[in-house]
């Protein structure tokens, strides 16, 4: 759906198409935090469909540890 956006406007507009990808679960709980082989098997997927689906980029948000 949202590589019809950009066809529509015939290359009139740069327009990106972006994946957000988000933490699971809460993650200003600390008890709640992933292993980082963990962090990577559940975003990995995530990713991966946006991969597949040519997303131009990724975004993270609410990501508030390293793992």
Request: hydrophobic share 40%; proline share 6%.
């Amino acid at each position: 759906m949202m590589r019809d956006v950009p066809n529509a406007h015939k290359g009139a507009l740069p327009i990106v198409i972006s994946g957000c990808i988000g933490p699971r679960n809460d993650k200003y709980v600390a008890s709640e935090e992933m292993a980082p082989t963990d962090a990577h098997a559940y975003q990995k997927s995530q990713i991966g469909a946006f991969a597949e689906a040519v997303a131009d980029m990724v975004t993270a948000l609410t990501m508030t540890n390293t793992n």
